[in-house]
């Protein structure tokens, strides 16, 4: 999806014109690599690097395009939503002190970046996902103005059979529908590349995908979205349903999701990969090509295989086969698109060390992979290590073992050797691998430490002030450099002053709501008052829209009435019908000027008519609570 001038195909004629430029794309590679014009003896590794723009109050910041402009500089680019933005490192020889390289480069343009935001009061992060996103920042009008997202985003609607629906279980469970593709911007990775040999490409390839999970297993970093504790990468599940336009029909027939793990091993080349993916996927996007690969070949020339290369950019396999020209030698190449974005420059730097280790040194019993491993064993491996982490168990050989076990008894020495192999810095191997080591040993990933920052966070404030704690301490340890398995865990603290998480009413408002429907009981009222101490329950109708209220002041008048006594009364007949309400955004200031305007005690909260929360007076008293706390605090520092 890099290429600017993609467009939706417009006519069944151009379709047409773009699949014949395809097939000849994949017949222009089988060329090459039959006549040996694909680079060989040669590796590079490169990298992606995705963050997100955050603000004063460490809330998505949408000023991509704005920043862009300050930068101006070619290695930095746009990614589906304002807030998210994408860092091309330059490719770099696999050798020598390549990791310190990139490292330095990554650390330049983040600064590059850091300055052009100087004095803005926004910040940028590293986080697979941002933990204080929500769903209100999340529509259409947060998608990148660029015609290639809005491309995407229309022709992915337009094959969809309604909303994209999501269910997403973990410990807790996330279930909602939404009508745009603008939910996976929220994903932000760490690309790694790794350049490969086209007679080894299937070998290696196979033996990526076979060490995805316990790659997996040690890297995950995003284990929240919008407020549930879900999967810990939950990236995985995230990115695959927010683009997964099958229906029920598609799902009999076992389509493929352009999210995939994959099918099945690869036998022979790269070309199978393509051929298969032809196969499996329409065509969403294309462009106008003059240049056919077969005759660019037929004159002396090397081609770009321009379609070949935007129908790959529209299919997500978490191991993707790429094509590429360097230095004007053809080239392939995998990507490796499960690394999530941070917790830190060297937890990155080691994850992808860890992997292109691997990449360099297949041992010799693991060389034929379609022979000694079931492909449904390493999907099913990356799926337990996707939900679980470093605490999953594999099935691996025949056998179960643990995802630390396997690390730490296995993979590791292979890792080391693969770099010791391409004469890496004995002293850079020994770094970033040792980060590796200690993290599987402690077991503190950065999905881990964010579970248990935010489940300490929660005990000691409300929800919203657990989120914000956790998103600044992240950001401070990220400042320090330190891996995530030697952070300490968030404090409330940091969570910084009472803007920062009681700004808004959707920050406050209670979302755990005890709703009755116009044709029930009033005694059901009466009992959920007494049971759960409450004194407002809204009145919503079948479609979950906000009709009424009953407060306890009312249900109290109602009872003392001597006339009702013995009357069968609905819900109905004595609420507050279409009480005062407000949105999720309302400021909390302004929540509490509408409640004494109007001299009543709660405000129910509701999102395109339908009730998403409540605020009362309790709520109020918490805040205040609070604020004296952080008040009094202040006056003993000063």
């Known amino acids: 999806m890099g290429d600017k001038k993609v467009k939706i195909t417009d006519s069944d004629q151009s379709n047409r014109n773009f699949i014949q430029f395809l097939l000849n794309d994949v017949k222009a590679l089988?060329?090459?690599?039959?006549?040996?014009?694909?680079?060989?003896?040669?590796?590079?590794?490169?990298?992606?690097?995705e963050l997100c723009m955050i603000d004063a109050a460490w809330r998505p910041s949408f000023i991509i395009m704005k920043l862009l402009d300050s930068i101006n500089d070619p290695h930095f680019t746009t990614e589906l939503a304002k807030f998210n933005m994408e860092i091309n490192l330059d490719p770099?020889?696999?050798?020598?002190?390549?990791?310190?390289?990139?490292?330095?480069?990554?650390?330049?343009?983040?600064?590059?970046?850091?300055?052009?935001?100087?004095?803005?009061?926004n910040k940028l992060i590293l986080t697979g996902i941002l933990p204080t996103i929500r769903a209100s920042d999340l529509g259409e009008e947060t998608i990148t103005p660029l015609e290639r997202y809005k491309a995407l985003n229309e022709v992915i609607k337009s094959m969809r059979d309604g909303e994209f629906q999501f269910r997403i279980s973990g410990k807790d469970e996330f279930i909602t529908r939404h009508n745009s593709v603008i939910y996976e911007s929220c994903n932000t990775s760490f690309q790694a590349h790794f350049q490969v040999d086209p007679?080894?490409?299937?070998?290696?390839?196979?033996?990526?995908?076979?060490?995805?999970?316990?790659?997996?297993?040690?890297?995950?970093?995003?284990?929240?979205?919008?407020?549930?504790?879900?999967?810990?990468?939950?990236?995985?599940?995230?990115?695959?349903?927010?683009?997964?336009?099958?229906?029920?029909?598609?799902?009999?027939?076992?389509?493929?999701?352009?999210?995939?793990?994959?099918?099945?091993?690869?036998?022979?080349?790269?070309?199978?990969?393509?051929?298969?993916?032809?196969?499996?996927?329409k065509i969403l996007l294309n462009r106008d090509i003059k240049n056919d690969s077969m005759e660019i070949l037929k004159n002396g020339g090397i081609p770009k295989l321009e379609a070949l290369q935007i129908h790959n950019g529209t299919i997500y396999k978490w191991n993707r086969a790429c094509y590429g020209i360097t230095e004007g030698k053809p080239h392939v190449r995998i990507e490796n698109?499960?690394?999530?974005?941070?917790?830190?420059?060297?937890?990155?730097?080691?994850?992808?060390?860890?992997?292109?280790?691997?990449?360099?040194?297949?041992?010799?019993?693991?060389?034929?992979?379609?022979?000694t491993m079931e492909f449904d064993d390493a999907k099913n491996n990356f799926k337990k290590a996707a939900r679980h982490s470093i605490f999953s168990q594999f099935n691996w050989e025949g056998q179960t073992i643990t995802a630390q076990e396997l690390i730490l008894d296995e993979l590791l020495c292979i890792a080391e050797e693969g770099l010791q192999k391409a004469n890496l810095r004995e002293k850079d191997i020994k770094k970033y691998l040792g980060i590796i080591e200690?993290?599987?040993?402690?077991?503190?990933?950065?999905?881990?430490?964010?579970?248990?920052?935010?489940?300490?966070?929660?005990?000691?404030?409300?929800?919203?002030?657990?989120?914000?704690?956790?998103?600044?301490?992240?950001?401070?340890?990220?400042?320090?450099?330190?891996?995530?398995?030697?952070?300490?865990?968030?404090?409330?603290?940091?969570?910084?002053?009472?803007?920062?998480?009681?700004?808004?009413?959707?920050?406050?408002?209670?979302?755990?709501?005890?709703?009755?429907?116009?044709?029930?009981?009033?005694?059901?009222?009466?009992?959920?008052?007494?049971?759960?101490?409450?004194?407002?329950?809204?009145?919503?109708?079948?479609?979950?829209?906000?009709?009424?209220?009953?407060?306890?002041?009312?249900l109290v008048h109602y009872l003392c009435s001597e006339k009702n006594a013995s009357?069968?009364?609905?819900?109905?007949?004595?609420?507050?019908?279409?009480?005062?309400?407000?949105?999720?955004?309302?400021?909390?200031?302004?929540?509490?000027?509408?409640?004494?305007?109007?001299?009543?005690?709660?405000?129910?909260?509701?999102?395109?008519?339908?009730?998403?929360?409540?605020?009362?007076?309790?709520?109020?008293?918490?805040?205040?609570?609070?604020?004296?706390?952080?008040?009094?605090?202040?006056?003993?520092?000063?």
Not at 40 to 48: L, N
Not at 475 to 490: C, D, E, L, R
Not at 585 to 610: D, H, Q, Y
Not at 621 to 635: M, N, R
């Open 337 to 371: 698109r499960i690394l999530p974005s941070g917790p830190t420059i060297d937890d990155q730097i080691a994850n992808a060390a860890f992997w292109w280790g691997l990449m360099n040194n297949i041992p010799e019993k693991y060389s034929d992979l379609p022979s």
């Open 567 to 638: 009357n069968k009364t609905s819900v109905k007949d004595i609420m507050i019908v279409d009480p005062i309400s407000i949105s999720p955004e309302t400021l909390t200031t302004n929540a509490l000027s509408i409640m004494k305007e109007n001299k009543i005690s709660c405000l129910p909260v509701v999102k395109g008519k339908k009730l998403v929360g409540i605020v009362t007076e309790h709520d109020f008293v918490d805040i205040s609570a609070q604020l004296f706390k952080e008040i009094l605090s202040q006056k003993e520092e000063g």
């Open 199 to 281: 007679d080894a490409f299937a070998k290696t390839y196979n033996w990526a995908m076979a060490v995805t999970a316990p790659l997996m297993a040690i890297a995950t970093n995003s284990p929240m979205f919008l407020g549930k504790r879900l999967w810990h990468e939950t990236r995985i599940a995230l990115f695959q349903q927010s683009i997964d336009f099958r229906n029920t029909s598609d799902l009999l027939r076992e389509h493929s999701p352009r999210v995939t793990f994959g099918n099945q091993w690869v036998k022979k080349s790269i070309v199978e990969v393509f051929q298969d993916d032809i196969v499996r996927h």
């Open 30 to 49: 089988e060329y090459m690599l039959n006549n040996n014009m694909i680079e060989k003896g040669v590796q590079r590794i490169g990298v992606e690097q």
């Open 438 to 554: 200690k993290r599987t040993a402690t077991g503190q990933t950065g999905s881990k430490w964010i579970l248990d920052s935010y489940e300490k966070l929660i005990k000691e404030g409300n929800k919203d002030e657990a989120i914000v704690g956790t998103t600044a301490s992240m950001y401070q340890h990220q400042q320090k450099g330190n891996p995530v398995h030697t952070w300490p865990p968030a404090t409330i603290e940091e969570a910084g002053s009472w803007v920062n998480y009681y700004w808004r009413v959707d920050q406050i408002m209670s979302t755990d709501l005890y709703a009755v429907s116009e044709d029930d009981d009033i005694n059901l009222v009466t009992n959920i008052m007494d049971w759960r101490h409450v004194r407002h329950v809204p009145v919503e109708s079948s479609k979950g829209e906000l009709v009424g209220l009953i407060t306890s002041g009312i």
């Open 92 to 121: 770099q020889l696999f050798t020598g002190h390549c990791l310190s390289d990139l490292r330095s480069q990554l650390v330049y343009l983040l600064e590059l970046a850091e300055n052009a935001l100087e004095g803005s009061g």
